[in-house]
């Protein structure tokens, strides 16, 4: 692996395992078919993993808050921070990713 790509990867000499839970949401009135059923549900695993640690990954993650990003990237997260700031210090880019905000202090701080 190339250490200066951003891009969470496993330790050096770990194994890992790709688990892709690939599912559609149906309107077709069974509550186990709605978004939030599915939803709810891949939180619940991604929990028992945490509960029982886990190491575990989300890809493409869709976290509500800096602190899952930086959870997210690890030992990475303060090399991501100082690529942010140096190549997009009014963070306009991706702001629906919800890892930075313009006005950040995050990125003040790098």
Known sequence: ????????????GETFYLVALLRSA???????????FLSAQNEEILRFCEDRAIPAKQ???SYADTAEWKRHF?????????????FD?????SPGQRIFRP???LLSDS
């Open 1 to 12: 692996w190339d250490d200066r790509t951003s891009v969470v990867i496993p330790e050096e």
């Open 89 to 93: 210090p009014k963070a306009i880019l």
């Open 26 to 36: 149906l309107d077709s009135g069974d509550v186990a078919q709605t978004l939030e």
């Open 103 to 105: 006005g950040s202090t």
């Open 59 to 61: 890809y493409l993650p």
């Open 74 to 86: 690890g030992d990475k997260w303060d090399r991501f921070v100082r690529r942010k700031a140096a």
